[in-house]
């Protein structure tokens, strides 16, 4: 997004750091999902939505050698949490994640859009 047509707000949502809390919003969605279905014991499901975390910096060094982003912020998730790290990103793609991910930013700047208007 080019500074210079967006407000604050806006540009709030189209930056690295949100993209990623959206990815990960959008990985514990699918792990309650699994928990829901019976894939996933609630104990690891609770230690997922709980612990799992990130660093934007180490994304960065990550995805030096990975050349993916997607991949660079998962293996970045699982060192934060444990043994059910291997519950993490289970089941899905990269393009699952990122484009449930860009549905939710898209709808998130309309909601701007709409606000402003």
Do not use: P
């Amino acid at each position: 997004m080019l500074e210079r047509y967006a407000n604050e707000e806006m540009k709030a949502l189209w930056n690295e750091q949100t993209k990623f809390e959206t990815y990960l919003e959008v990985e514990k969605a699918v792990v309650r999902a699994w928990n829901k279905l019976g894939q996933i014991q609630d104990s690891d499901c609770e230690k997922i939505c709980s612990k799992a975390a990130f660093n934007l910096e180490r994304i960065k060094e990550i995805e030096k050698t990975t050349k993916h982003d997607l991949i660079a912020f998962t293996t970045c998730v699982a060192e934060s949490l444990g043994e059910e790290s291997r519950f993490f990103h289970y089941g899905i793609t990269s393009s699952d994640c990122i484009d449930t991910a860009m549905a939710l930013l898209m709808t998130k700047s309309l909601k701007l859009i709409q606000k402003g208007v």
